[in-house]
């Protein structure tokens, strides 16, 4: 029988896939048009009004573009606008936040041990900060640094860790690293929406008129798209982060968060400087290597297990001296039975979780076992499982999972566990 669940499931699944298929029409799109602008040719011999061109081969056929900048003396009849691609991921995207954020808050959005929220104003801080912060964006962009595009970007950079850190106050990890991703592709989507298109509107409407558009617009434009450009690669790791509970629930995660904006610019920038033909500038990959591992890093330096002592005074005070050494199964059992079951089990009795979330059931040895590094991952070096700390897991308890994982034998571990997960 189709329960409502399941057609709910099936209704998130298909909005996802919808998601990510408009995400790859807008980024393809602005990929290629970042690319074909940088590497416009730059002739004399050019009709009037062109400020360069490009042959393109593909699809068995050529492709001669020439970009007219600001415009052509007259309007053509058919005229081709992008636009779309953005807007629908936008409101894909927007309708499975809601679903995944605002419809299961208790479990991703609220995390009851950094603020005490109610349904609705966790509501309204998830949506209210996407508008207030583009108006603030906006704000910047049209003031006077507007004309200077190297500090504004530094102070978008600013706006964006203090944004990260914001969300993490608030919010459960993932949900704030979801946010950060949801505020900067709606800076990026507004861009489009509210500046870029409407102004191309007006210069449409100028040529209909037979005046001469105001080339300001044009410059404009270059600057939100300026933007764009280096915000779409964060964008999709923000969007990734949630199934690595390493960048989204650890202690600096806020952090990770804006360095990967630090990243975005330094890929994008090796690509921008071949697209203009200006050579390869290789050590935009060393500076990345180098972001990437301090991420890593700083994803380790902290597990939310206390520091050593306070470890060990803790198991002083629960066993005996003897004891300490080895972590019975039995304690581990009991833990996950408490902490975990009540939604990973063949049969959940958690309120509206209906099966075992991601096919992960942890009722017995074997299935604890297959599940050893997940656990690991999920409950000692980060706190993601369980979500909100629904189940009200403790330190300590994170502490002998921790104990009882540094114990298991290699046999047991990634990559060399013999048998995996008995799903
Ligand atoms: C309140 C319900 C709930 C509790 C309690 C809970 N989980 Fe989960 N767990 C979930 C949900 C929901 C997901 C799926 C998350 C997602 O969609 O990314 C999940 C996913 C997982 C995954 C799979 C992640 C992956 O790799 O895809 C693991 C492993 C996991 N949980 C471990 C645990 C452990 C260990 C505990 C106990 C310490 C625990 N969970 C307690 C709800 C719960």
Same mark, same amino acid.
């Given at each position: 029988m189709l329960e409502i669940a399941i057609i709910w499931d099936w209704l998130s699944f298909a909005l996802r896939w919808l998601h990510v298929i408009t995400a790859i029409a807008w980024i393809g799109s602005s990929f290629y048009f970042i690319a074909l602008d940088l590497g416009l040719q730059k002739k004399r011999e050019l009709p009037k009004g062109v400020s360069g061109e490009e042959w393109q081969v593909h699809g068995g056929g050529f492709y001669h573009i020439q970009k007219y900048q600001v415009a052509p003396p007259d309007l053509p009849t058919q005229l081709t606008w992008f636009k779309w691609e953005s807007y629908s991921t936008w409101l894909s995207g927007f309708a499975l936040m809601a679903i995944m954020? &605002?419809?299961?808050? $208790? %479990?991703? %959005?609220?995390d009851r041990n950094k603020m005490d929220l109610e349904l609705w104003q966790a509501i309204l801080i998830s949506g209210g900060s996407l508008a207030i912060g583009w108006v603030f964006y906006d704000l910047l962009c049209k003031s006077? %640094?507007? #004309?200077r595009p190297t500090t504004l970007m530094f102070l978008l950079f600013i706006l964006l860790v203090l944004m990260s850190w914001g969300y993490d106050q608030i919010f459960t990890g993932r949900a704030a690293l979801l946010h950060v991703g949801a505020f900067t592709a709606t800076i990026m989507t507004a861009n489009v929406f509210l500046i870029i298109i409407p102004n191309q509107k007006i210069v449409v409407a100028d040529l209909k008129q037979g005046k001469t558009p105001d080339p300001e617009f044009g410059r404009i434009g270059k600057l939100r798209s300026t933007h764009n450009n280096y915000l779409t690669l964060p964008v999709i790791f923000l969007m990734l982060s949630n199934h690595y509970p390493l960048a989204f629930a650890s202690e600096y995660n806020w952090i990770i968060c804006s360095l990967i904006f630090l990243m975005g610019v330094t890929i994008r920038h090796y690509f921008n400087t071949i697209h203009a033909r200006k050579g390869h500038p290789n050590w935009t990959w060393a500076l990345t290597a180098i972001i990437f591992i301090a991420i890593m890093w700083l994803s380790a330096?902290? *597990? *939310?297990?206390?520091d050593d002592t306070e470890f060990s005074r803790s198991l002083n005070d629960e066993m005996s001296a003897k004891e300490v050494q080895v972590v019975g199964f039995d304690q581990v059992h009991e833990i996950i039975q408490i902490r975990c079951v009540a939604c990973h089990? #063949? $049969?959940?009795? &958690?309120?509206?979780?209906? &099966?075992?979330p991601n096919a992960v059931t942890l009722e017995g040895e074997k299935q604890i076992l297959a599940n050893a590094d997940r656990i690991f991952l999920h409950?000692?070096?980060?706190?993601?499982? *369980?979500p909100s700390n629904a189940t009200f897991m403790t330190i300590n308890e994170r502490q002998i999972l921790m104990q009882w994982y540094a114990q298991l034998p290699q046999a047991q571990k990634w990559p060399f566990r013999q048998h995996h997960s008995t799903q």
């Amino acid at each position: 029988m189709l329960e409502i669940a399941i057609i709910w499931d099936w209704l998130s699944f298909a909005l996802r896939w919808l998601h990510v298929i408009t995400a790859i029409a807008w980024i393809g799109s602005s990929f290629y048009f970042i690319a074909l602008d940088l590497g416009l040719q730059k002739k004399r011999e050019l009709p009037k009004g062109v400020s360069g061109e490009e042959w393109q081969v593909h699809g068995g056929g050529f492709y001669h573009i020439q970009k007219y900048q600001v415009a052509p003396p007259d309007l053509p009849t058919q005229l081709t606008w992008f636009k779309w691609e953005s807007y629908s991921t936008w409101l894909s995207g927007f309708a499975l936040m809601a679903i995944m954020y &605002w419809s299961g808050a $208790e %479990l991703y %959005l609220i995390d009851r041990n950094k603020m005490d929220l109610e349904l609705w104003q966790a509501i309204l801080i998830s949506g209210g900060s996407l508008a207030i912060g583009w108006v603030f964006y906006d704000l910047l962009c049209k003031s006077k %640094l507007g #004309q200077r595009p190297t500090t504004l970007m530094f102070l978008l950079f600013i706006l964006l860790v203090l944004m990260s850190w914001g969300y993490d106050q608030i919010f459960t990890g993932r949900a704030a690293l979801l946010h950060v991703g949801a505020f900067t592709a709606t800076i990026m989507t507004a861009n489009v929406f509210l500046i870029i298109i409407p102004n191309q509107k007006i210069v449409v409407a100028d040529l209909k008129q037979g005046k001469t558009p105001d080339p300001e617009f044009g410059r404009i434009g270059k600057l939100r798209s300026t933007h764009n450009n280096y915000l779409t690669l964060p964008v999709i790791f923000l969007m990734l982060s949630n199934h690595y509970p390493l960048a989204f629930a650890s202690e600096y995660n806020w952090i990770i968060c804006s360095l990967i904006f630090l990243m975005g610019v330094t890929i994008r920038h090796y690509f921008n400087t071949i697209h203009a033909r200006k050579g390869h500038p290789n050590w935009t990959w060393a500076l990345t290597a180098i972001i990437f591992i301090a991420i890593m890093w700083l994803s380790a330096l902290k *597990p *939310p297990i206390g520091d050593d002592t306070e470890f060990s005074r803790s198991l002083n005070d629960e066993m005996s001296a003897k004891e300490v050494q080895v972590v019975g199964f039995d304690q581990v059992h009991e833990i996950i039975q408490i902490r975990c079951v009540a939604c990973h089990s #063949q $049969e959940p009795t &958690w309120d509206r979780i209906n &099966w075992a979330p991601n096919a992960v059931t942890l009722e017995g040895e074997k299935q604890i076992l297959a599940n050893a590094d997940r656990i690991f991952l999920h409950s000692v070096m980060t706190t993601s499982m *369980p979500p909100s700390n629904a189940t009200f897991m403790t330190i300590n308890e994170r502490q002998i999972l921790m104990q009882w994982y540094a114990q298991l034998p290699q046999a047991q571990k990634w990559p060399f566990r013999q048998h995996h997960s008995t799903q």
